[in-house]
């Protein structure tokens, strides 16, 4: 037999968790009602999730439980309060994206296994090293990875090295998971805190112009497109290929769907599960017949993603549920309201089902009322009219939600026991043993005396200690030494036949339990850390006040000179290099020397991509050591290990990438990060509750927070498909326009693109607080710009820390002055961000 990878399902409600388990898969996750990524699924209490990991280890299967959202500083004591109890409740592993909360863990409950989110964008096999040597147990990889790439990783962890999980059916976001402040951006509900509104699913209008003299758009015209919906992704489906995934070192399998119902979840997981099962056996092929189940229990058209090199990874016609082609329309008879469709195969529809009708320019959805049939056609009644050569889509079965609800209620979960009766006196001992040996005893409460009339009989007593309906346990044999002259009521015996199944549940339960003492022991760890005061230490002071260094982000050597001619002591310098460039370590090279002769004896840091795939480390880390630098900035995990092994002694800096919101993440980071930027999705006041508590450290680095330029929002490995002739040319403005709003767009030299917020962040009229919570840095955005405006934007920042160092009575008017100023410079208006308001599930 074939080793085999996890099935790990989802169970977004307790009633897909029974539909996971039933239909075999050998993990679930899911989640709390807080600290979770989907925080609109139904999820579990923490009443219903104790009583769901019992019911999941009753079954022999594992369970991990999501706490993968950003962590902000006020919640880290809820957060370590949280994981003790997931601890105390057996918890097979814990998925964690907030580096402090992973901490926390470590520091906490050091023995319950921590895997790293694919919110954590590990998506190199430095960021894999790097999760390995933090403590972490498993990484699920960014979806964007593939099989080649996770080869690599396994050779490069130690043995037997962190173990990769991948997903291999459901959704797929547009942009790195972890790196999309989209819906955050548009309407304060951040995918970080588990409440994306999914505008990647909206459709877009594709803008191409000129940029003016502050690379503003200018001239904007819409570029035709036949597609309406640019960042919308198909989704995954590996099904076809999976032997081969199978015989990769992927550990675990992952099917995406926390937010589908549970006849999705027992449709999807069963024919995952049969087919690892027959490629066990080493006989398994692709059925047609699973291929139409998974596409009708749900599709945006499937795609077999990054995983296995497609192409096809975007679906851009349509966003919603694309259900299976069964024909199209061969006439439409106007008086009765009746659609002809020729069938295009077996497949036709059945009383209940859902149908759509799609052609250009129309789309029409009908519950299939009554099915008729004549001359070769299926006749519908239809409340529109459709145009012949409209085509139908089976969208919804009630065949395969008859099927679901048959794998729902086939739970083949079975326990063996041997019962043993014996008698004390006249009361009634009763023992289970396990198929481990292990024995567990209960005495009945009650005497059976002798029989006056007719006596209990042993068919009867044998008769009630088989009935374990609606439990996981099955009676093999029982055996007793008995006269049959003895009476006791049935419902006795039924009583303890059930105390001893309660007690033979409680010792398997035990078993996947940490001790009592273990769990006292992580009690006095997370006591003796006295959150509590530390938290009421670090509490931010009006009294604090450091003056901020001003920085700027630029990526040509022209908005390094205005940054530079503008008074900026420091830049992050991203070069951006043409399409195609042959050697791209000798031109980098000449772009950082060109760079620094601008610079002079400002600081010049070498700022290198969010995203960064072994390409990108096979030119780069060479360069570490004859780089004209003064440091290099990062924003991911893998990037942050592969400079430390390639050039330990160079000055590092963290980007907004590594998502920053509390102390523990500083800590966790810093060293050997010198300098770390905080998460834009932080308001004031927890700005500040973490500045307070970072300052504690006895190795504090310093923190600065973008305060100026449009937030990037995402990042994908899709190319935008542009109707322009020849190379991108980043000296256009392109952009994606919504229903009032339009996003920049630019392409990378990888070919990746990255959207960015509609309005500009503009902080400088927040100087004053600023100051006040202490930050050591502020910084411009200039990417994508030109010199004027990284000139003349510097200038205005070194005016408003000037003013606001001062301190003058007219320090308002002034300030408000400057931003003024700002106006005629800034790409779509202005916003504050979330710097004022903080998100939406903000409570307080």
Not at 61 to 85: G, S
Not at 690 to 696: D, K, Q, S, W
Not at 791 to 799: G, L, N, T, V
Not at 810 to 818: F, M, V, Y
Request: one cysteine or more; proline letters at 5%.
């Amino acid at each position: 037999m074939r080793r085999l990878p996890e099935l790990l399902a989802p169970a977004g409600s307790p009633e897909a968790l029974e539909a996971a388990i039933a239909a075999g898969a050998d993990a679930v996750y899911l989640s709390g009602k807080r600290f979770g990524a989907r925080k609109f699924a139904t999820n579990f209490d923490e009443t219903a999730l104790a009583q769901a990991i019992d019911y999941a280890h009753l079954r022999g299967v594992k369970v991990y439980v999501t706490v993968n959202t950003l962590i902000r500083e006020n919640e880290l004591i809820d957060v370590a309060e949280y994981l003790l109890r997931l601890y105390e409740m057996g918890t097979d592993a814990v998925l964690l994206q907030d580096l402090g909360a992973a901490q926390l863990a470590r520091q906490v409950v050091p023995e319950l296994e921590k895997h790293a989110s694919t919110q954590m964008t590990i998506h190199n096999k430095e960021g894999a090293l790097w999760a390995e040597r933090a403590g972490f147990k498993r990484a699920v990889l960014a979806r964007e990875v593939g099989l080649d790439e996770i080869k690599e990783m396994k050779k490069e962890t130690t043995s037997p090295g962190i173990g990769l999980e991948v997903f291999v059916h459901g959704a797929l976001c547009y942009s790195y998971s972890g790196q999309c402040l989209l819906s955050s951006a548009i309407g304060g509900r951040s995918g970080n805190r588990g409440m994306c509104a999914q505008p990647c699913r909206k459709s877009y209008v594709l803008l191409r112009g000129e940029k003016d003299r502050y690379g503003r758009p200018a001239s904007l015209a819409a570029q035709p497109q036949r597609e309406r919906f640019l960042i919308s992704t198909r989704d995954l489906c590996v099904y076809r290929h999976l032997d081969r995934i199978v015989r990769s070192p992927v550990e675990s399998l992952k099917i995406e769907g926390r937010m589908k119902s549970p006849e999705y979840v027992a449709i999807v997981t069963s024919i995952y599960r049969r087919a690892l099962d027959s490629i066990a056996r080493g006989k398994w092929s692709p059925t047609p017949e699973d291929e139409r189940d998974l596409a009708l229990s749900f599709n945006r058209d499937f795609t077999e993603g990054h995983l296995l090199g497609a192409r096809d990874v975007m679906g851009r016609e349509m966003s919603d549920n694309r259900g299976v082609l069964i024909g199209s329309v061969a006439s439409f008879d106007v008086q009765r309201g009746e659609a002809a469709v020729r069938l295009s195969g077996p497949l036709c529809p059945g009383k209940g089902d859902g149908l759509v009708f799609q052609a250009p320019g129309q789309e029409m959805g009908l519950v299939v009322q009554k099915v008729m049939q004549k001359d070769g056609l299926l006749r519908l009644m239809t409340p529109d009219r459709v145009r012949p050569g409209t085509k139908v889509y089976l969208t919804g079965s009630t065949a395969l939600a008859k099927k679901a609800q048959e794998i729902i209620a086939s739970d083949k979960t079975q326990i063996a026991l041997d019962l043993n009766i014996t008698w004390q006196e006249g009361t009634p001992l009763l023992e289970a043993r396990m198929e481990d040996g292990r024995a567990v005893q209960v005495k009945a409460t009650f005497k059976m005396e002798k029989a006056k009339n007719q006596p209990t009989s042993r068919q009867q007593i044998e008769s009630q200690m088989r009935r374990v309906g609606g439990t996981p346990f099955v009676v093999r044999k029982i055996t007793m030494d008995y006269a049959e002259d003895l009476f006791a009521p049935l419902g006795a015996l039924n009583q303890l036949r059930r105390d001893l199944l309660e007690k033979v549940q409680e010792a398997l339960l035990e078993k996947r339990r940490p001790t009592k003492e273990k769990v006292e022991r992580a009690r006095e760890i997370l006591k003796e850390m006295n959150l509590s005061a530390s938290a009421s230490a670090a509490a931010p002071t009006s009294s604090v006040r450091r003056i901020p260094s001003l920085a700027v982000y630029a990526d040509c050597l022209e908005t390094v000179r205005g940054a530079v001619e503008g008074g900026c002591r420091r830049v992050y310098f991203e070069p951006v290099l043409r399409w195609g460039e042959k050697d791209r370590a000798a031109k980098t090279n000449k772009l950082i020397e060109e760079a620094k002769a601008i610079c002079g004896d400002a600081e010049l840091i070498w700022k290198w991509p969010k995203i960064t795939h072994a390409d990108f480390f096979k030119f780069a880390n060479p360069l570490l050591a004859r780089a004209n630098v003064d440091g290099i900035m990062v924003e991911n995990v893998g990037a942050v290990q592969a400079v430390i092994e390639a050039a330990p002694n160079v000055h590092l800096y963290g980007g907004s990438g590594l998502n920053v919101c509390n102390h523990l993440t500083v800590q966790a980071l810093a060293p050997p990060l010198e300098l770390l930027t905080l998460s834009p999705e932080l308001s004031a006041r927890q700005l500040a509750s973490t500045i307070a508590a970072v300052r504690l450290l006895s190795d504090a680095p310093r923190l600065e927070l973008m305060v100026q330029g449009n937030l990037e929002v995402m990042v994908a490995e899709d190319c935008m498909p542009l109707p322009a002739k020849g190379e991108y040319d980043p000296k256009e403005f392109w952009g994606l326009q919504d229903m009032r709003r339009i996003f920049p767009l630019r392409l990378d030299d990888d070919r990746r693109t990255h959207i960015f917020n509609s309005a500009e962040t503009c902080l400088l009229d927040q100087m004053p607080e600023i100051f006040a919570i202490g930050l050591d840095g502020v910084a411009v955005d200039a990417r994508g710009r030109t010199r004027e405006y990284a000139r003349e934007m510097a200038e205005i920042y070194r005016k408003a820390i000037d003013l606001t160092k001062r301190g003058e009575g007219t320090l308002h008017q002034d300030l408000e002055s400057l931003k003024e100023s700002i106006r005629p410079l800034a790409l779509g208006g202005i916003t504050h961000g979330h710097f004022q308001k903080g998100l939406k599930d903000e409570l307080s």
